[in-house]
Structures are given as C-alpha cells and as structure tokens.
T-cell receptor
C-alpha cells in the first residue's frame, strides 16, 4: 500500500511569503506528526495530531507556524512570513496510534531565498 | 530537558568488521529509546526500539541506564549497512514524540 505522501517534494519561496506543506498519512492512521530537519541535524519535533486535534504543539517555534488536520486525515503545515532560517526538510510521519511504529514521508525540502 | 548525543558524525569500517554506533542520552525519567535508519535516497525508517528487544538486520542495542547509553552494535558489517543512523528518545507518555540525535553516517568499505 501507499506510504506517507508529502507534497511538494521541493519548495522555493521568497523571504516574507506564505507557504503550505501537505501530508497524506497512511490510511487509517490516527496519529500524525510533523518534524523539521535542518542541515546536519536530526529531525526536531514540531506538532502531533491525534485525529483532528493538535494533541501537542509544543515544538512549533513561533506563531508563524500553524498546522491543521480538519478531517483527521490530510494535514497541512502553514508557515507565514517565511524567513531564511525556516529553510529545512519538513518531515511528516503517521502511526496507527501514538505508541506504534511511526512511518515517515520523504519530506518537503523548503528553501527560503 | 531530554537530549540525545551521537558523538560520531561519520564512522567508517571495513566489510566484516564489528560496528558500534554510540548513543548517549539525558532524561530524568524512564525513556524509550529507538534507532532509526535512512538509506540513500530513502525515507527515515525505524530500525529497532529497546522495548521490543529484537535483533533487526543483525543489529542489536541494549539500554544501559547506568551509563545512559543505547549503543547500536553489529558483529559483522555488510556493505548494505551503509546509511545514516539516528538515535532517538521518547519521554514519559511521549509515544512518537521523539528527540533525535544528530546522526552518524556509517560507511562500510570493501
């Protein structure tokens, strides 16, 4: 079956612009996670959804970052007024519940110029 | 605060040699530890987790609470083991909310 799908695979945007990154989790997975991976670093937790609700958004760096999952499936990570420091690979992962194996997508590489 | 340290950015070994990828952590409670692997041009995937006590692809890792370590070991390295390896920690009730180390690139040479 299909794994976690993230679109676009690459996104180049200008400083100050708004971007949306999409994640399609594995069908039936209720838990969804967003991570950010900067160059030379490991993935860094951003936010966790259980169903439609954000159960833990403690990793979002500031109020320019927001994520939604309105129907408990697809999730969108939204970044306002992008800054060059937002350049990173944004990873999405899903699991059947919060304690089972999380499956990662291939990521969206965001470059802010 | 929880922290995962992988001291080696790059580890190069010859095929057939033993491998040990180091991971140390700091966490005040009882953590759950994981190893994730990313092969070239593939997505990040779970290799093993300490609670399952499994051996995956010949790799094992033992949680040593006294030394706060979770080193990944394999007795005989294979060329296909070349990849990026990340150690990760989940705190109390954390599930898949993971704190990752910076990763170690393993290169197995012929």
């Amino acid at each position: 079956g299909a794994g976690v799908s993230q679109t676009p695979s690459n996104k180049v945007t200008e400083k100050g612009k708004y971007v949306e990154l999409r994640c399609d989790p594995i069908s039936g997975h209720t838990a969804l996670y967003w991570y950010r991976q900067s160059l030379g670093q490991g993935p860094e937790f951003l936010i966790y959804f259980q169903g439609t609700g954000a159960a833990d958004d403690s990793g979002l760096p500031n109020d320019r970052f927001f994520a939604v999952r309105p129907e408990g499936s697809v999730s969108t990570l939204k970044i306002q007024r992008t800054e060059r420091g937002d350049s990173a690979v944004y990873l999405c992962a899903s699991s059947t519940d919060r304690n089972t194996e999380a499956f990662f997508g291939q990521g969206t590489r965001l470059t802010v110029v | 605060a929880q922290r995962v340290t992988q001291p080696e950015k790059l580890l190069s070994v010859f095929k057939g040699a033993p491998v040990e990828l180091k991971c140390n952590y700091s966490y005040s409670g009882s953590p759950e530890l994981f190893w994730y692997v990313q092969y070239s041009r593939q997505r990040l995937q779970l290799l093993l987790r300490h609670i399952s006590r499994e051996s995956i692809k010949g790799f094992t890792a033992d949680l040593n609470k006294g030394e706060t370590s979770f080193h990944l070991k394999k007795p005989f390295a294979q060329e296909e083991d070349s990849a990026m390896y990340y150690c990760a920690l989940s705190g109390a009730g954390g599930g898949n909310k993971l704190t990752f180390g910076t990763g170690t690139q393993l290169k197995v040479e012929l």
